[in-house]
């Protein structure tokens, strides 16, 4: 290391994002999802700092995430002069993300900075061609160097080369998958933390591969079939500090299938163990296939472990679309089965559905909506348009048969449509049965089915992620794993060859963006806060009177209807203290109850809307009317109570 001149490194973790249909850099205020890529190099630099890999030399490591931080290209490229230098590794690089990562590498590679790119992208696409493609052989000559495959066992060496310029062009360790048994275990930064909605939420790999074969999954191809685990102790260690030093306490296991990695077990008692004894409120989600409930024990352990919600690879309730992608171990029949015994554990089910297999039409897929609904009863589901990932073997079938791909791979986010489909012939009718699939599973009807019926411990864990889940839809228009909250843009943060807009131009256009989100986020919040009405715990007499009020004609309500509906209350619950019109008259104006405000839909909204188109024909008179203060009052009333039982509920931790 004697010819080592430099006195600090910065080493720059970076996960890039990608562009929005407009070209513009995608990044939020504040993310969902950590990049568990970022956490795992991060312990691998953090334990190469231990061992002392770099005498004499400083090394500070930043990790960047762009989908919730700007990348500072100028400034990074300052901290490559005198006797400090930078290294850009552009890490965990999905296909969706890689045209992004490429504009990034030759940026920086302009300013002189060694830059590095690594991720499923480049793994997948180098492992399934036979020669270099265009695209990385221009990085190649431009002096990038690209990383294929997992790079636990050659960290230290990839670093040292870096610091002493003599990196390689390509690194490949396709072949030598590490083991991960004495890996670190990914690495918890509080500070990075801290720009997602939630900074408790810790991620860990607790095993990487799956035995299965889905011909659009890239998984088998990249971490192989062979699974490989992390210990489990380290695992149980890992989360201890982690809740001890961080207050770090929901976890996502992002193993893409936890029911087959063997220590399964291990972990579930380990986690008990924290619970129990220790008093550490860990809880997680995880991801499984839909055989995972035979496995004797494992839902039962996972419940007591503290697991939340699990997420199921579905894929499709045709059965001929899952015989097609080679999903042979889905038994549709088995589903219902398969929900119902995580929901009776007291876990949120969560779906993954694609759509655009061969056997879909927009009719096939409303028609398998409703039986996802009605029968198979899931709670959650994310619906994504089928893509050709690199590295799967759709990809290669699809590159030898001469379809028609899309060649912008900032198009593969699983919510543009890449290729033909024969069932979906009009342009543009697969994306919006895609966007037709979200708006149908998260209309309000279906989302207080689920809540009414998953039980008071979940009510709130899943009121949570249905809030998320119709503002990425409704307000970002993306999928929620990938949207973030409040959307940031930057004038010139284009994609490179679009012109930015002259600045009035894009003020305007921003300013635009930013009324149609406000509104958008307006109608989310009023449409959340009748789903809590609908679905909030209430008083029997309140759920008689919503009743016998429901089978009213909601047209035309008189106030005899109403007279009656009290009546039938009075005779079918007897037991119950029907109130006097004074106490009723008390609680419609007390603060402080909402058992007055027995019924309140589209009437309300569309009561609004009346009053407004009075008021824009200049009848102002009309808002003094008592009606009008009335329900003001009311309407006031019932948005204070759902913004504090909102701010009460899901502010703090779940549930477990
Ligand atoms: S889709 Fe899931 S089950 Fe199928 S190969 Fe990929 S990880 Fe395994």
Request: glycine share 6%.
């Given at each position: ?9 910065h080493?720059?973790?970076?996960k ?6 407009d070209g ?10 950590p ?9 691998l630099?953090?334990?190469a ?5 770099l005498?004499g030399l ?21 901290s ?6 930078a ?11 890689f ?6 590498a030759r940026?920086?590679r302009k300013?002189?900075v060694?830059v ?13 061609v036979?020669?270099?493609?265009a695209q990385?052989q221009d990085?190649?000559?431009s002096?990038v ?15 040292k080369?870096a610091?002493?310029?003599r ?10 998958r590490?083991d ?9 930064d509080?500070?990075?933390?801290k720009r997602?909605?939630?900074?408790d939420?810790g991620?860990?790999d607790c ?12 998984i088998?191809?990249v ?9 489990p102790?380290?695992i149980?260690q ?8 961080r207050?770090v306490?929901?976890y996502?296991f992002?193993?893409d ?8 077990e ?7 163990r924290?619970?129990?004894?220790e008093?550490i ?9 839909t055989q995972?409930h ?5 839902i ?6 503290g ?7 579905m894929?499709?309730i ?5 015989k ?7 038994n549709?029949?088995d589903?219902?089965n ?7 554990a ?8 694609i759509?655009?297999?061969p ?6 897929v409303?028609?398998d909506?409703?039986?996802?609904m009605?029968e ?14 690199p590295?799967?073997h759709d990809?290669v079938?699809?590159l ?6 899309d060649?912008?791979?900032?198009n593969?986010d699983?919510f ?14 697969l994306?919006k ?19 009414n019926?998953?039980g ?8 949570r992620?249905?809030i ?9 228009r993306r999928?929620?794993?990938m ?5 940031l843009?930057?004038r010139?943060q284009?994609?490179p060859?679009l012109a930015?807009?002259p600045?009035?131009e894009?003020l ?6 930013l ?6 986020l ?6 959340m806060?009748m789903?809590?009405?609908e ?5 029997e ?6 009743t016998?009020?429901g ?10 209807d109403?007279?009656r ?6 005779a ?6 029907v ?7 008390f ?12 019924y309140?839909?589209e ?5 609004w ?14 808002v ?12 006031f ?20």
């Amino acid at each position: 290391m004697s010819s080592i001149s430099k006195k600090r490194v910065h080493l720059y973790l970076i996960k890039p994002s990608s562009y929005d249909d407009d070209g513009y850099i995608v990044r939020y205020f504040r993310g969902v999802l950590p990049s568990n890529t970022l956490a795992c190099l991060a312990a691998l630099t953090e334990r190469a700092r231990e061992r002392g890999i770099l005498p004499g030399l400083e090394l500070r490591t930043h990790l960047i995430d762009e989908t919730v931080a700007r990348v500072d290209v100028r400034k990074i490229a300052r901290s490559n002069r005198g006797r400090n230098k930078a290294i850009v590794c552009l890490v965990g690089v999905q296909t969706s993300q890689f045209p992004r990562a490429a504009d990034l590498a030759r940026e920086f590679r302009k300013s002189g900075v060694t830059v590095l790119i690594g991720g499923f992208h480049v793994s997948g696409l180098l492992n399934t061609v036979s020669e270099i493609p265009a695209q990385m052989q221009d990085l190649l000559d431009s002096g990038v160097c690209l990383v294929k495959g997992e790079v636990e066992e050659a960290w230290d060496e990839i670093l040292k080369d870096a610091v002493l310029d003599r990196l390689e062009p390509l690194y490949d360790f396709t072949e030598t998958r590490p083991d991960l048994e004495h890996a670190p275990v990914p690495l918890v930064d509080r500070k990075y933390l801290k720009r997602f909605a939630s900074s408790d939420f810790g991620t860990v790999d607790c095993g990487r591969g799956c035995p299965y074969k889905c011909s659009f999954c890239t998984i088998i191809n990249v971490q192989g079939q062979k699974m490989r685990f992390r210990s489990p102790e380290a695992i149980e260690q890992a989360i201890r500090e982690n809740y001890r030093a961080r207050h770090v306490w929901f976890y996502f296991f992002t193993d893409d299938n936890f029911a087959r990695n063997r220590n399964w077990e291990k972990i579930f008692d380990a986690l008990t163990r924290l619970r129990e004894i220790e008093g550490i409120p860990v809880s997680f989600m995880m991801q499984v296939d839909t055989q995972s409930h035979r496995i004797p024990r494992f839902i039962d352990k996972a419940a007591s472990a503290g697991c939340s919600n699990v997420f199921i690879g579905m894929e499709s309730i045709n059965e001929e679309n899952l015989k097609a992608a080679g999903k042979n171990q889905n038994n549709v029949g088995d589903y219902r089965n398969l929900i119902e015994a995580y929901r009776t554990a007291g876990i949120v089910t969560h779906a993954g559905y694609i759509v655009g297999f061969p056997h879909d039409t927009a009719e096939s897929v409303q028609a398998d909506l409703d039986r996802l609904m009605n029968e198979v009863q899931v709670d959650m589901a994310s619906f994504f348009i089928l893509t050709p990932l690199p590295g799967s073997h759709d990809y290669v079938r699809y590159l030898r048969d001469g379809v028609d791909l899309d060649p912008d791979f900032n198009n593969y986010d699983s919510f543009h449509q890449t290729m033909p489909h024969p069932g979906f012939p009009e342009k543009g009718s697969l994306v919006k049965t895609s966007h037709h699939a979200w708006n149908t599973f998260y209309n309000r009807h279906n989302m207080a089915r689920v809540l009414n019926r998953c039980g008071e411990k979940r009510y709130w864990q899943l009121f949570r992620n249905f809030i998320w889940y119709k503002t990425a839809i409704v307000v970002e228009r993306r999928h929620p794993m990938m949207a973030g909250f409040l959307r940031l843009k930057g004038r010139k943060q284009l994609r490179p060859g679009l012109a930015p807009l002259p600045r009035l131009e894009y003020l305007k256009t921003r300013a635009k963006e930013l009324r149609l989100s406000m509104s958008a986020l307006s109608a989310v919040f009023l449409e959340m806060q009748m789903l809590w009405l609908e679905t909030r715990k209430q008083s029997e007499l309140e759920k008689r009177i919503r009743t016998e009020i429901g089978q009213l004609s909601v047209q035309k309500i008189h106030l005899s209807d109403v007279q009656r509906a009290y009546a039938g209350v009075r005779a079918s619950l007897p037991s119950v203290t029907v109130p006097s019109k004074l106490k009723l008259f008390f609680q419609k104006w007390n603060p402080f109850t909402l058992s007055g405000q027995f019924y309140r839909s589209e009437e309300v909204l569309g009561f609004w809307k009346r009053t407004s188109v009075e008021l824009n024909r200049g009848r102002a008179w009309c808002v003094l009317r008592p009606t009008v203060i009335k329900r003001a009052w009311l309407d006031f009333k019932v948005t204070a109570h759902f913004a504090w039982a909102l701010a009460l509920k899901t502010g703090g931790e779940v549930s477990s």
